[in-house]
């Protein structure tokens, strides 16, 4: 199922694997969903902490600006990381630490399939939600409330 698959995966250690498969139900389609999902979620509970050191250090060496674009943080990685990975992300505000309230400045664009986490991060940690059919059902519904409150909406 490569359509499941995600950049952060190869932050995945050997034993990670073998703990997940393990623990894995793939005797249901939901328990193969949710599988992945939980493979997936190790891997960004990964990721995680090494964008938010990025960031970090991004906003360090530029005097406490938050990046325009999610690329700018790549140099910043101790370790090379994959453009796909943060392709998967987006900036949620921009400009300088001083003046931005919110504590998570990039979220996780969109999730995967009906099993799925979406994690927001900021420079002191991050946070997961968890997607299940019936939030993504809420998810979308609000979705199409909001499309249709605007006054440009078609």
Not at 15 to 24: C, G, I, K, P
Not at 57 to 74: I, K
Not at 119 to 140: D, K, M
Request: proline share 6%; net charge negative; hydrophobic share 35%.
């Amino acid at each position: 199922m490569p359509e499941k698959r995600i950049p952060e995966l190869q932050l995945l250690s050997t034993a990670d694997w073998l703990e997940l498969a393990q623990n894995a139900d793939t005797e249901s389609e939901i328990g193969v969903q949710k599988a992945f999902s939980s493979i997936r979620n190790k891997a960004k509970n990964k990721f995680a902490p090494l964008l938010q050191d990025a960031l970090k250090e991004y906003s360090g060496a530029n005097g406490g600006q938050l990046p325009t674009d999610l690329s700018q943080v790549a140099p910043y990685f101790k370790a090379p990381v994959d453009g796909e990975a943060l392709a998967r992300y987006q900036l949620t505000v921009t400009g300088s630490l001083a003046d931005v309230g919110q504590s998570h400045f990039i979220k996780e664009k969109a999730p995967v399939d009906d099993y799925d986490t979406l994690f927001e991060i900021g420079l002191n940690g991050f946070s997961v939600q968890n997607i299940t059919p019936e939030t993504r059902a809420v998810r979308e519904a609000l979705g199409l409330c909001e499309r249709q409150q605007r006054p440009d909406a078609s």
